[in-house]
Structures are given as structure tokens and as C-alpha cells.
Antibody, heavy 121, light 106 residues
Framework: EVQLVESGGGLVKPGGSLRLSCIGSGFTFSSYSMNWVRQAPGKGLEWVSSISRGSDYIYYADSMKGRFTISRDNAKNSLYLQLNSLRADDTAVYYCARGLNDIVHDAFDIWGQGTMVTVSS | EIVLTQSPATLSLSPGESATLSCRASQNVNRYLAWYQQKPGQAPRLVIY???NRATGIPARFSGSGSGTDFTLTISSLEPEDFAVYYCKQRGEWPATFGGGTKVEI
């Protein structure tokens, strides 16, 4: 079964840091671009970041540039998102999602169940 | 960035009826538009990609059309499991952007 499983969410104080992880299984992880999307409570979807298969191409939403860092380890079938300088408006469910094909800017065909990040003092 | 405007915000329909959802882009995105379905407490699910291609496992009652700036998702005969929120997303330009969503409710 093709699957993505996120972990690493939790409660963090403003200004704090957190590292999210996403492990893929049931497919050749290194053959696909990977992405992070978030959803604040009761709100819509917001694209966060994308990374190409070999990490050659990386993109961020402007509001996250300089604070968030996406990375991947294909040997471990893993995707990461380092969250720094967190703010209250970063509170959201963070989803990892697989790109449909091998290009970095693509539709997202497989999604994880999400991990909740709460930024509060 | 490209802004996607979805309408209507809410669509109230009954099972068996047809649903037509609209997504309008502020700039040309060619056919690089996808539709996602999200049910409460669940992750989104890809329904349509590149304007008119059904994703794996999506029933034929779902169809997508459009190009440039105007796109439509049609659900020909609503089944109970189709009631959800639908989002459009463009990949015509960075950054990728999502529309605000259309809730299809009973």
C-alpha cells in the first residue's frame, strides 16, 4: 500500500522550533518530488514547500522563506520540514504529499494523515 | 502570485443531483489546474489533475474542464460520499496556490 506517515508535531512556544518528518512506503520514494501543505484550524489549504527528487530544486511560500527548511533523505524514504522562528499563525495541520510525476511542480496524488503543530505560549 | 477564486462558497444539493463548481485564476495557468476533495478530519484527495484528467480510483461521474483562467469541476450525479469541500490548485506558476474551497453539502 502506498502510504505517507508524518510525525513530529506538537505544542511549541512562539519563537521555538520543530522538525517534522514524513516516511513514505509502498513506492520508490526517490522517484517522486515531495511537498508540504498546511491547513490552519477551520481554514483552507496552503502550499508550504516542494523539493525535487534529488533535492536539486527547492521552493518555499514567501511567508515561510528563511524560517522553514525542507529536506529529504532518499535512503531513508524520508522527507523533513524544519520549522524555526515559529509564530502563532503557523498553527496548522501539516501534510506531506507526493508529486504525481517526477517533476517538482505537479499535482499531489498521495497525502499523509497530517501532523498538528500548535504555536502558543 | 496567482489567486484562485472558487464559487460558490457553498453548494446545497441532494443526492442524485448534478454539481458544478467553478475556479477562476487571476492569470493564465494553461491547463495546470487540479481539484482536491476533503472530508472532515481527513487529508485531501486528488480528484482531477491538469484540468480534465481523473486521478486513479476516481469515479467517472467526476469531470473537469477549462483552460487559461476558467475551470469547472462537474459531479454528474451526487453520491452521499461526494459531500465534502473541494479545492482547486494551480501549478502554472510558483508559488503553487489553492482556492478558498467550495463546500458541497446536503
Amino acid at each position: 500500500e502506498v502510504q505517507l506517515v508524518e510525525s513530529g508535531g506538537g505544542l511549541v512556544k512562539p519563537g521555538g522550533s520543530l522538525r517534522l518528518s514524513c516516511i513514505g512506503s509502498g513506492f520508490t520514494f526517490s522517484s517522486y518530488s515531495m511537498n508540504w501543505v498546511r491547513q490552519a484550524p477551520g481554514k483552507g489549504l496552503e502550499w508550504v514547500s516542494s523539493i525535487s527528487r534529488g533535492s536539486d530544486y527547492i521552493y518555499y511560500a514567501d511567508s515561510m522563506k528563511g524560517r522553514f527548511t525542507i529536506s529529504r533523505d532518499n535512503a531513508k524514504n524520508s522527507l523533513y520540514l524544519q520549522l524555526n522562528s515559529l509564530r502563532a499563525d503557523d498553527t496548522a495541520v501539516y501534510y506531506c504529499a507526493r508529486g504525481l510525476n517526477d517533476i517538482v511542480h505537479d499535482a499531489f496524488d498521495i497525502w499523509g494523515q497530517g501532523t498538528m503543530v500548535t504555536v502558543s505560549s | 502570485e496567482i489567486v484562485l477564486t472558487q464559487s460558490p462558497a457553498t453548494l446545497s444539493l441532494s443526492p442524485g443531483e448534478s454539481a458544478t463548481l467553478s475556479c477562476r485564476a487571476s492569470q493564465n495557468v494553461n491547463r495546470y489546474l487540479a481539484w482536491y476533495q476533503q472530508k472532515p478530519g481527513q487529508a485531501p484527495r486528488l480528484v482531477i489533475y491538469d484540468a480534465s484528467n481523473r486521478a486513479t480510483g476516481i469515479p467517472a461521474r467526476f469531470s473537469g474542464s477549462g483552460s487559461g483562467t476558467d475551470f469547472t469541476l462537474t459531479i454528474s450525479s451526487l453520491e452521499p460520499e461526494d459531500f465534502a469541500v473541494y479545492y482547486c490548485k494551480q501549478r502554472g506558476e510558483w508559488p503553487a496556490t489553492f482556492g478558498g474551497g467550495t463546500k458541497v453539502e446536503i
